[in-house]
């Protein structure tokens, strides 16, 4: 499926609007799902559903949101994300506020890295035509 | 925190019941990829409405991961954390993979409502 980056970006929004009951011009790509538009872990389950059904894929474990890291002894500590932990998670999510962050890198906290802009970036890499 | 000699930790959650009646509606025939055999026969059973005992898996198993410590954990992390068994009142959870409690029993215990389900969360090591 070819799609460009803004027919993904207005899908996504729309499915945002749909699964947290906010406008659509409320959400930028840079709204944070939960610390800007509200998301609950419910929420995040209800996303991905609904991200599957609008693109017809399969989004595995570990693929968008990077439990692997979260759960390597290698890479968290007593609640807190270890500088490996930070560096390898750099290479998965692209466009977060790393800097800020890593000032107080609690795992409780992580969730609120997440943007609309990382989940488009994400599709439009998943979607993107192989060479 | 310490009781008797052994640790424990607590955790609330709060789900609200028409959010879990939405989320069944819209992917009931998708919840067998994020919930047990086992709790999909909860879910199905006949001791509450599906979207109440959804509503209490929900917020029971977040309130684990904040008994826990453990924070977010994304989609995913909801099957890390399993119902074990029921008694009449509580629910008791294992958490299936964990950085420091692998194998940890967890009992929830439950308030509700007819807008809310309110989890309760105690961790024994």
Redesign the interface.
Request: aromatic share 18%; proline share 4%.
């Given at each position: 499926m070819n799609q460009d980056k803004n027919e993904i970006t207005k899908i996504v929004k729309t499915i945002i609007s749909q699964a947290l009951k906010v406008e659509e011009k409320d959400i930028q790509t840079s709204s944070s799902l939960?610390k800007d538009l509200g998301a609950?872990?419910?929420d995040?389950?209800?996303i991905?559903?609904?991200l599957e059904k609008a693109f017809k894929i399969k989004i595995p474990?570990?693929e968008l949101?990077?439990?692997k890291i979260?759960?390597d002894?290698r890479f968290?500590k007593d609640?807190r994300i270890t500088p490996a932990g930070i560096e390898e998670l750099k290479g998965k999510i692209s466009g977060a506020n790393w800097e800020e962050f890593s000032k107080n890198p609690?795992?409780?906290?992580?969730?609120e890295l997440f943007t609309v802009g990382m989940i488009v970036d994400y599709l439009s890499q998943k979607l993107a035509p192989v060479s | 925190m310490a009781i008797g000699g052994l640790n424990s930790s607590l955790g609330v959650d709060l789900?609200e019941i028409q959010?879990?009646k939405s989320?069944y509606k819209?992917?009931k025939h998708?919840l067998d990829?994020?919930f047990s055999p086992k709790e999909i026969n909860f879910i199905s059973g006949d001791d509450q409405s599906p979207i109440e005992s959804l509503a209490m898996l929900?917020a029971a198993?977040?309130a684990v991961?904040k008994a826990n410590?453990?924070?977010?954990?994304?989609?995913?992390?909801?099957k890390?954390i399993r119902m074990a068994s029921k008694t009449k009142k509580n629910l008791i959870f294992e958490s299936q993979?964990?950085?420091s409690s692998k194998n940890r029993l967890f009992q929830v215990s439950f308030i509700q409502d007819k807008e809310y389900v309110v989890a309760k969360c105690v961790g024994i090591c």
């Open positions: 939960i609950e872990s419910i995040f389950l209800d991905v559903f609904r474990k570990g949101f990077p439990e979260l759960t002894t968290v609640g609690l795992v409780a906290n992580f969730g | 789900v959010k879990a989320f819209t992917h998708r990829s994020f929900l198993k977040e991961f410590n453990r924070g977010w954990m994304g989609p995913w992390g909801f890390s993979t964990d950085l």
